[in-house]
């Protein structure tokens, strides 16, 4: 039973330029979530889509962007990268009606550099 | 607009029981405690999580406050393997399609 993949693992990428991450939720699963982590911090939640729609967004700038195809996969975009942006991006999956013994299932992540 | 509180830091022997507190006095009455851990910059791991009731599964037992303002991941018998960064978490938002508020974090050193 495979669980969240993130691709890529690690990616550096230049001031202004736009990055795409991407996520496969476990099997199962129809509702990804995403998180931002910096170094030596917690997890900080960007957005959720659910249904291909974004159900709920942090307080993250509209440079944030995402997207929920059919088979429940999901991309994060962020455009104009800024040195701050530099982090662990993690996504998680859940099930919108599933019981919650289980809840979320994060990925390993994507490690990004702005340079 | 954490809403979790926890020592930045802890040991503990190898055999004996972690302990690891977290406060979470602003809680709401319908919000859920998660726990997850996090080693070595992977992926957080659930471990455990709850309303009001005290709960054990295989992993830990998790120990809420009457009046909910706190509680305690307790782990019975730490391993090595266990060393890691233990996040308390408040889920805000019903089911599963909540959104995790996760605090700082702390780091548990399991010494031999």
């Known amino acids: 039973d495979a669980g969240v993949t993130q691709s890529p693992t690690h990616l550096i990428k230049t001031r202004g330029q736009q990055v795409t991450l991407r996520c496969s939720p476990k099997?199962?699963?129809?509702?990804v979530s995403w998180y931002q982590q910096a170094l030596g911090q917690g997890p900080q939640f960007i957005f959720q889509?659910?249904?291909?729609?974004?159900?709920q967004r942090g307080n993250f700038p509209d440079r944030f962007s995402g997207h929920q195809f059919p088979n429940y996969s999901s991309e994060l975009n962020v455009n104009a990268l800024l040195l701050g942006d530099s982090a662990l991006y993690l996504c998680?999956?859940?099930?919108?009606?599933?019981?919650?013994?289980?809840?979320?299932?994060f990925g390993s992540g994507t490690r990004l550099t702005v340079v | 607009d954490a809403k979790t509180t926890q020592p930045p830091s802890m040991d503990c022997a190898e055999g004996r029981a972690a302990n690891l507190p977290c406060n979470h006095s602003?809680?709401?009455?319908?919000?859920?405690v998660y726990w997850y851990r996090q080693i070595h910059s992977q992926g957080p791991q659930y471990i455990i999580h709850?309303?009001?009731n005290n709960e054990t599964n295989e992993m830990a037992s998790l120990i809420i406050t009457e009046d909910r303002k706190s509680s305690t991941l307790i782990l019975p018998h730490a391993t090595l393997r266990d060393t890691a960064v233990y996040y308390c978490?408040?889920?805000?938002?019903?089911?599963?399609?909540?959104?995790?508020?996760f605090g700082q974090g702390t780091t548990l050193q399991v010494k031999p």
């Open positions: 998680a999956s859940s099930l919108a009606g599933g019981n919650y013994n289980y809840g979320y299932t």
């Open positions: 099997s199962g699963h129809d509702t």
């Open positions: 889509y659910y249904e291909e729609e974004e159900r």
């Open positions: 602003t809680i709401s009455g319908n919000e859920y």
């Open positions: 709850g309303l009001k």
């Open positions: 978490i408040v889920r805000v938002g019903s089911g599963n399609t909540g959104k995790l508020i």
